[in-house]
């Protein structure tokens, strides 16, 4: 039997689908529900359906990446957006991370079952893989992601496939790398840790850090200090701000830390940078 989860804040659609789809007749059972995204990613971590009923506009989530975060984790797991949220774009956002079917509320049976049937044939095919990652997420016109794409992204080193690496490059992880590069981004001048990431973008901090290093062949500490001595340097060379406010406005606290980071990355100190 294959193990279905539903999340919806409207128990009633919750209920409606539980009861009123017959789902022994696809070789399917029920074995949980949620009233919101985040009680929705416990329950499909601790017991791994293979189909996935979804909302995808809950309070405090943020859909795409909460279903990036389960094709991430879980990439053989179907899913099955019901939404009232009418874009084209968000659609095929969606379609592209991994979602076998997105459908508007309110949904005829006649396209659940559809749905159903799709999602249950895809897991009968064991051959199935996933597409690889295409790179299509990164705007090149937006200068963040830009930065943070030709950094991180486009000349990283190829990791040698081993035991230990067993991440696949897909839609849903690009999503994911893409979504925690950014939230360092906008954070860097702040303590930020591996896990204040991981939360924000709906997955373990241990997954996370297989993917950024899957991803950039870099480890989060060292993500966090190219940003902050990229922007340091930026600081040395259009300012006359003195070292330790340099240091201080790009997140190090130590001084002494911050010119010994930056001698170890750069070749030289912050003053020697200044002036050569």
């Known amino acids: 039997m294959y193990k279905v989860v539903i999340v919806d804040d409207e128990p009633i659609i919750c209920e409606g689908l539980k009861v009123s789809v017959p789902w022994e007749n696809y070789g399917c059972k029920v074995v949980g529900t949620a009233g919101n995204g985040e009680e929705g990613l416990h329950l499909v971590r601790s017991l791994k359906p293979d189909i996935i009923f979804s909302d995808i506009c809950m309070n405090r989530m943020d859909g795409l990446t909460m ?85 991180f992204i486009k000349n990283r080193p190829p990791l040698e496939e081993n035991a230990e690496n067993k991440i696949k490059e897909s839609e849903a992880n690009n999503f994911i790398v893409k979504t925690a590069l950014c939230y ?69 606290v130590d001084v002494a830390h911050f010119s010994r980071i930056f001698k170890n990355h750069v070749g030289m100190s912050p003053s020697e940078y200044r002036h050569h």
């Open 67 to 151: 279903v990036a975060a389960i094709k991430s984790e879980f990439p053989e797991m179907e899913v099955c957006l019901l939404t009232g949220y009418r874009n084209f774009d968000y659609a095929q956002n969606a379609i592209k991370l991994g979602v076998t079917r997105y459908l508007l509320k309110p949904s005829k049976m006649s396209e659940i079952k559809e749905a159903i049937t799709c999602m249950t044939e895809n897991l009968k095919d064991s051959k199935k893989q996933e597409e690889p990652a295409s790179g299509s997420l990164w705007n090149a016109q937006n200068q963040k992601e830009q930065y943070l794409y030709e950094t």
């Open 184 to 252: 360092i981004y906008d954070h860097y001048t702040i303590k930020l840790s591996l896990q204040d990431v991981a939360q924000h973008c709906y997955v373990s901090s241990w997954h996370l850090s297989k993917l950024l290093n899957r991803y950039t062949a870099k480890g989060f500490f060292e993500i966090i200090n190219i940003i902050r001595l990229d922007q340091a340097k930026k600081l040395l060379l259009t300012t006359p701000d003195k070292i330790q406010d340099i240091a201080e406005q790009v997140g190090f």
